[in-house]
């Protein structure tokens, strides 16, 4: 990662030699219905073909079992040591399995071993009904997180992924499902990268292919059903870029893993990313006028990452920006203006430029003198 230093005082530039680009092919072609390409940390969409057309996910579904799971962990609610009874109804699930019997109490953590790993629908269930208590109690927490999240072509009808009329997704929401998931549990995230995995002395192994075809790739999950084709969502980091893939109704479980592969080597090769400022660093000290100080610390709330063709970062041009005079009293925290970065006259990022330390109205007489210095400014 790198960073752009703050140069001076509403506007630094980072100019340097020219930029050395190179140009940049189209994608790969890929022969499913529906695939995107998109930058983990900041959502940038490098490529994409039909990435909002509704699609069934077959067990992509799964990344929203897994997150809405991660999200009972992460309240409380639940611990990874709980024991699940598993039910008739998990025992009975048809497709893809992690073999559990009747009765069985099963850990979580072993079941989400069958879930990510394997990809069992009796271990996607059986963890519905314990954390939902039911599995369409589970299916609405399942579809608020989807709503939440703002996924405009989703809707789950179950925690496996089995085909329903109205159980639907795509490649964009996928994608941003997936992301969100890897960056809110990022400790969670880790188990996607697990090549094989044992119960009832059975061994089985992970379904994504690149895990064992590549020395990057470290998730996410494959499906497949008749009527979704071959589906894949994967991730992978290269020199501190991560990318997530998503490709929907491909022909053969070869076609997806290729399309996949030739995604992420394409964004890999010719984008990158950037951390350009970090959260609280000073990027500016300005003038505050009315206050117990005359001096504010300006920054960021939150990391700025940039994703950008390779070679162009050295022609990035920041800039900060204010509605007018700054006026005490300014909490901290409180949006005072705004740092934009452009790229060949293009907005590629930006972010609130907030007060990371609070100054107080000063004094009647502060206040006063500073009345009479404005009119001078």
Known sequence: MKYLPALCACLFLFLSLPAIAQPIPKPPSTSGESYILMEAETGKVLAAKNADKRLPPASLTKIM?????????????????????VSEAAWRMGGSQMFLEVGDKVTVDKLLDGLVVQSGNDAALALAEYVGGSESAFVEQMNFYADELGLENTRFENPEGLNRETHYSSARDMAELSRVMIRQFPERYERYAKREFTYNDIRQYNRNDLLYATDYVDGIKTGYTSESGYCLAASGERDGTRLISVVMGEPSADARESSSRALLSWGH???ESHRLYAAGETLKEARIWKGAADQVRLGLSEDLHVTIPKGKYDALEASMTFPGQLVAPADEGEELGQVTVKLDGEVVAEAP?????????????????????????
């Open 353 to 377: 430029l907030v007060a990371l330390s609070g100054v107080a109205a000063g004094s009647f007489f502060q206040r006063m003198t500073d009345a009479v210095l404005q009119w001078f400014e």
């Open 65 to 85: 079992t897994g997150y809405a799971v991660y999200r009972a962990l992460d309240d409380g609610s639940i611990t990874l040591d709980d024991e699940v009874e």
């Open 269 to 271: 090769r010719f984008y």
